[in-house]
């Protein structure tokens, strides 16, 4: 499974950015946003089943952001929207082969190289 993220950018406190992360292999494993602020160690951000039917977010972005995907497109997203500056940080797609939605980053296999959010204030 390889994995690659796009979709971060620069953007003022309260918009919007819409991430995207490609995979190519199986569709039927649990994918999952994680990031990395600068001097701080990686967190969970959500995850998603393989059918899209569950979901799990860090109560740091609960309400307003969604973490969606579509199978059919090997494609997993995470909208953004009401952006603060302490959302800034690389974002992170990865996989992982299990039944439900961990938050820790060893439960998954696979990682995708990162792309770089920045909120001004």
């Known amino acids: 499974v390889q994995l690659q993220a796009s979709g971060g950018g620069l953007v003022q406190a309260g918009g919007s950015l819409r991430l995207s992360c490609a995979g190519s292999g199986r569709s039927l494993y649990v994918m999952a946003w994680f990031r990395q602020a600068p001097g701080k160690e990686r967190e969970f951000v959500a995850a998603?089943?393989?059918?899209?039917?569950?979901?799990s977010y860090a109560e740091s972005v609960k309400g307003r952001f969604t973490i969606s995907r579509d199978n059919a497109e090997n494609t997993v997203y995470l909208q953004m929207n009401s952006l603060k500056p302490e959302d800034t940080a690389v974002y992170y797609c990865?996989?992982?082969?299990?039944?439900?939605?961990?938050?820790?980053?060893?439960?998954?296999?696979?990682w995708g190289q990162g792309t770089q959010v920045t909120v001004s204030s």
């Open positions: 990865a996989a992982g082969p299990v039944s439900w939605l961990p938050s820790f980053e060893a439960e998954y296999n696979y």
């Open positions: 998603i089943n393989w059918s899209g039917s569950s979901t």
